[in-house]
């Protein structure tokens, strides 16, 4: 799915929405209604972060269920200032404690926030080299499958794929009812061995590439699997954990920041408790 045709069907509040009555491809598109409330791209994206150029069906699933849960807070919103709830001595008092709390964290945020310069190359160099052994990718397998909820048509397909010349990809397109791979030729891309069900792993971990498994019973079906490749465990490449290496040293670096400016706010202006009285408020409440 195109980033520019990301469009999002939803049934919200008992009302289908229909394709045409979304704008295409803007943050103005549209993304779903319930009565008068409308959420646009834009409203997700800045709640969510830009969407993915090409969303899995698992991630189309998240801004689905995240649509769902943003319209309800939105009706509520509504029907709660419509009540003047926001008015309520008690409510008035969270708002102000939680507009306190905002102020105070963005205060505090950009204050200890590490130059931009920080850290340099070197710096992440050096905490790769340091951090080597926790920066290694398990085993991999890159596999196809073809999946049947039926154990004869499980047998039927697997015999195809072991016979001379069959191209593995055609049969899963053909015969598997996994539509996601499916759509792929069966291909499963990589995947990290030890999140593998154990009926899968056993039997991928004994394949060569190219070889073609005999159906694998799993709890909701059988899968022929056909191993293409595999990955020995390894020390992942700086170039791929350099931003991840270089977040966490910000971050470090932040909080760092943090302790010290807070202990110079202190170190300034010391802080005094009334011992006595402090101890009276558990006398009282004996």
């Known amino acids: 799915m195109k980033h520019n045709r990301y469009v999002i069907l939803l049934l919200c509040a008992g009302m289908s929405l229909a394709a045409n009555s979304f704008a295409a491809g803007s943050g103005d598109e549209i993304l779903a209604r319930m009565g008068s409330i409308e959420i646009k791209r834009a409203d997700m994206e800045r709640l969510l972060g830009p969407f993915p150029v090409k969303a899995t069906a698992e991630q189309i699933r998240a801004i689905d269920q995240a649509l769902r849960t943003e319209l309800i807070r939105r009706a509520l919103l509504t029907e709660a200032m419509r009540a003047e709830w926001d008015k309520k001595p008690d409510v008035r008092q969270q708002i102000d404690a939680a507009r306190e709390q905002v102020i105070v964290s963005s205060y505090i945020n950009q204050q200890v926030r590490p130059a931009p310069e920080y850290p340099t190359e070197a710096e992440v160099q050096a905490a790769y080299e340091a951090n080597k052994q926790q920066l290694v990718r398990p085993p991999q397998v890159h596999l196809a499958q073809i999946y049947t909820k039926d154990a004869a048509k499980a047998e039927e397909v697997a015999k195809k794929a072991h016979e001379k010349g069959a191209d593995f990809a055609q049969l899963s397109a053909k015969y598997s009812q996994h539509a996601e791979s499916a759509h792929n030729n069966g291909d499963m891309g990589w995947l990290t061995v030890e999140k593998l069900t154990p009926e899968v792993r056993a039997v991928a971990e004994k394949l060569a590439p190219g070889e073609v498994s ?12 056909k191993l293409i490749a595999r990955k020995s465990a390894e020390t992942m490449p ?29 170190s300034r202006t010391p802080i005094t408790v009334n011992e006595i009285a402090l101890s009276n408020i558990g006398a009282n409440a004996k």
């Open 214 to 225: 005999k159906p694998v019973k799993v709890a909701d079906g059988w899968h022929v699997l």
């Open 238 to 266: 700086l170039a791929e954990v350099r931003d991840r290496l270089s977040q966490s040293l910000r971050l470090k670096r932040a909080q760092e920041n943090e302790q010290r400016y807070l202990e110079q706010i202190v």
